[in-house]
């Protein structure tokens, strides 16, 4: 059974930093290709981030674009989002998520296919 488990989300001030972590089991981790998503109340579940198996490749939504960082420990099955100048609008609640189907680009939601519960992202201004 693949579990997905997030952790790391909380309160912030507008400008402050957040590590999310995400720590997989029941797949073989150091092959899968791991993306991070937000939702916000209201909107569509949303990209934000993806790194891929080896963790050589890495991809930001345009609005995180230089202030989120992703990166994966194999060893410990486990990816990151290290979030920095955090903005009110970045609150959400955040979703790591495993690409199982490769035929989808990176940012689209259907080509993942396995989801942690998420992890509240709240920022006060």
């Known amino acids: 059974q693949v579990q997905l488990v997030e952790s790391g989300g909380g309160l912030v001030q507008a400008g402050g930093s957040l590590r999310l972590s995400c720590t997989t089991s029941?797949?073989?981790?150091?092959?899968?290709?791991m993306g991070w998503f937000r939702q916000a109340p209201g909107k569509e579940r949303e990209f934000v981030a993806a790194?891929?198996?080896?963790?050589?490749?890495?991809y930001y939504a345009y609005s995180v674009k230089g202030r989120f960082t992703i990166s994966r420990d194999n060893a410990k099955n486990t990816v990151y989002l290290q979030m920095n100048s955090l903005k009110p609008e970045d609150a959400a609640v955040y979703y790591c998520?495993?690409?199982?189907?490769?035929?989808?680009?990176?940012?689209?939601?259907?080509?993942?296919?396995?989801w942690g519960q998420g992890t509240q992202v709240t920022v006060s201004s």
């Open positions: 029941g797949r073989t981790f150091s092959g899968d290709n």
């Open positions: 790194i891929w198996w080896s963790g050589g490749n890495t």
């Open positions: 998520a495993v690409r199982a189907n490769r035929f989808y680009n990176y940012y689209d939601i259907k080509g993942y296919d396995y």
